[in-house]
């Protein structure tokens, strides 16, 4: 069973995830937009069951961002984790990730690319 391990900037919130991961994609919504600061996330999901907290800071703070999901955040260092939604699964940032982990974890879709800037297919224009 593939485990991936990462955590916050400042090491305080660590985690372990085991398991395939699901849907890995990248958002451009509105709600992931103000979370980050970015006007694009990467995410990947795991099965609440199988995401374990292991840093000195336990589990993430949570923000209720919206009617069926909270972000997680440390609330040392600020950094975001993920999404804890009211589903089975927890969708975690690709950038939390350790490196030894990222290169497997790749997104496969992009959700809400009408939110997206104009400019942004230009850039990745090959």
């Known amino acids: 069973m593939p485990t991936f391990h990462g955590g916050c900037l400042c090491g305080r919130i660590r985690f372990r ?7 890995p994609h990248t958002c451009s919504c509105h709600l992931c937009q103000r979370h980050s600061g970015s006007l694009t996330l990467c995410w990947v999901e795991f099965d609440k069951m199988a995401v374990h907290w292991t840093g000195e800071g336990g589990a993430p703070s949570l923000y209720r961002s919206s009617e069926h999901s909270s972000r997680g955040f440390c609330p040392v260092c600020g950094s975001s984790i993920g999404a804890i939604d009211d589903a089975p699964t927890v969708a975690l940032l690709l950038g939390s990730f350790d490196r030894k982990s990222a290169p497997t974890l790749r997104p496969q879709s992009h959700s809400f690319t009408p939110s997206r800037p104009r400019w942004w297919g230009a850039i990745l224009a090959p």
Do not use: D, L
């Open 17 to 23: 995830a085991s398991g395939t991961p699901r849907f």
